[in-house]
């Protein structure tokens, strides 16, 4: 049967209801308590006669525009609110929603040659949250447009699917329509306006395969290292946060989020006596360093941050062997670790790789590598 539309009076307002009259008189309390906040059990409702949880509307005779009283108030802690937004169904939402929502598959970067090292680090970035609500707030200084981005519209560039939204030769402004572009879609496409601008950045990037097909391999470490470099620059403090930063040494948003500090102390194996020197460093990464008996991170990390060294003494007269030993007086919100695998070789006179597996945890603990004073504050 259609719903009948009646007149519902509660403490001075009318309200018009669509009711069934399948339906019982629990049912209809439940309409009135989503227009009134007035609870069911709460509720005394007079149609003709008091309408009980179990009666049937049916038998309440209900004709259009007959009117209907509710007695009753809310208790105070019942608080019902309309929604600041509609409801919006997945099939209703367009590409760019559905990458918002909880649960979304993150947009993927596909190869276009030997690029994978490339992709690895850009996924990588975006993985800092504060990163990309910096690169949102960006704005680029006066840049002289590249071909890139003067040969389509933006949204040319996203239909195309093409990476970035033509940043010209400002590499963070390429970094930042790709993110863009990423968190509006669950689709993987190729990076290639953000990897023409890196080649026209960094010409090295944009050196040759041997057998003359497409762009040649490159080493993760030296992109991140670039990328990092660029955002330094780039991404300065606001000017509220600069006098409180620089005190703490912090130049840009690299400093504040990635940037770590070392007490260094040098002492002389050769000479005990000799005076120690002791100095303070920063860094944007930690060291792993692979040898023959490495197995885990933080064997890598040991050797690295206890350093053998030579050097003149001037207590002996002589070259002596020092230890260099660093210690984190600063640690970092984001912390990468660089896993060191090429290394010269002499004899061929070429980059050799190491591929000794290293173990290593998703949680790494690094109080050990800590100075007194930090590892008191880190530990409860």
Known sequence: MAPVSVKVKHQGKTYDVDVDTDSTGEELKMQLFSLTNVEPENQKVLAGKLVKDDTPLNSLGLKPGKLITLMGSPSADVVMEVPKEKMKFAEDMTEAELAQQEGATPAGLQNTGNTCYANATLQTLRSIPELQQELINYTPGAQPSGPSSSMFTPDQLAQYGIGGLGGGNDLTTALRDLYKQMSETQQGFPPIMFLTTLRQK?????????????????????????????????????????????????????????????????TCDDAPDEEPQKQKDEFHDLKCNIQGETNHLAEGMRIALNEKLEKNSPTLGRTATYTRQSRIARLPKNLPIHLIRFFWRRDTQKKAKILRKVTFQHEIDVTEFCTDELRSKLIP
């Not at 960094?202 to 040759?208: K, M």
């Not at 330094?232 to 690299?254: C, I, N």
């Open 202 to 266: 960094f010409p090295q990037f944009a050196e040759r395969a041997k057998n003359g097909h497409g762009y040649a391999q490159q080493d993760a470490e030296e992109v991140w290292t670039q990328l990092i470099q660029t955002l330094h620059t780039s991404l300065q403090l606001p000017e509220g946060e600069r006098s409180d930063a620089q005190q703490q040494g912090f130049k840009s948003w690299v400093d504040k989020y990635m940037g770590g500090r070392f007490e260094v102390t040098t």
